[in-house]
């Protein structure tokens, strides 16, 4: 089985949706998404995800399946943490902050500090990583412990469009990387495709495998810069560049 993460275009959050910039990378996203075998689409019930899968539906002639929990990525509780604390997603911290704590580096223990606790992360990220193996059980992959049972061995393309922050997730469960590496470590820009196989290597028994993480291979062949809004300043001094 082939697993592909889509993060949406470069967006306009205040919309909801793409930036002029966000829809040529969506377009060229297309192109290279139609190339491909795809079985089946999955799409986030957010604005931007949904107008960047658009193009891509159009192309090969599929409609996506909307999946709630493909959202971006957030405790329940967000709203009333930005009303008292003013973050926008609570695994955004700063470096001196997150990195302090041992415990935020480990697949077992990153949900254990005070911090996830007050926000119900974990609770979250079950939910996600539940409705995501139930998902992978429908197409023959069934969780077991840390690795994945084979029910029906197969070679379909799923494609997931959706965000940055649910990204991380989904590999962290896949791969048994505690997600604060992937989310502050690992930089995904908008449109930007993932690649992940199953490997069997013994008959009912599969372990899955990112073979490109945020390829953005499709804007170069175009001459497209990829757009910066995934990422913080270079340097400091560089005001024109996004601080927090």
């Not at 079985?39 to 399946?65: F, H, Q, W």
């Not at 009303?83 to 949900?111: A, M």
């Amino acid at each position: 089985m082939r697993i592909i993460i889509v993060r949406h275009g470069e967006p306009n959050y205040e919309i909801d949706s793409l930036t002029e910039k966000g829809w040529k990378e969506a377009e060229l996203a297309s192109r290279k998404l139609q190339k491909l075998n795809i079985d089946n689409i999955y799409v986030s019930p957010l604005g931007r995800a949904k107008d960047t899968c658009s193009l891509t539906e159009k192309a090969i002639g599929m409609k996506a399946v909307e999946k709630e929990w493909l959202r971006e990525f957030m405790s329940p509780l967000q709203d009333e943490m930005m009303k008292e604390e003013g973050n926008s997603v609570v695994w955004d911290q700063l470096p001196k902050t997150w990195t302090s704590d041992s415990r935020y580096f480990n697949y077992d223990e990153w949900y254990k500090t005070s911090f996830m606790k007050k926000w119900k992360v974990k609770e979250e990220y079950d939910w996600v990583t539940g409705e995501f193996d139930k998902l992978l059980k429908e197409h023959g992959y069934e969780r077991n412990g840390n690795y994945y049972k084979v029910n029906n061995a197969n070679e379909k393309t799923l494609v997931f469009f959706c965000h940055f922050g649910l990204e991380a997730v989904l590999l962290s469960h896949l791969m048994l990387i505690s997600p604060m590496n992937l989310w502050h470590g690992f930089c995904a820009a908008p449109s930007s495709i993932t690649t992940i196989y199953s490997e069997e290597r013994r008959k009912g028994e599969a372990f899955f495998r990112a073979a490109q993480i945020g390829d953005v291979s499709h804007l170069y062949v175009a001459n497209e810069e990829p757009s910066f809004a995934a990422r913080f300043c270079e340097t400091y001094e560089n005001k024109e560049q996004r601080h927090d």
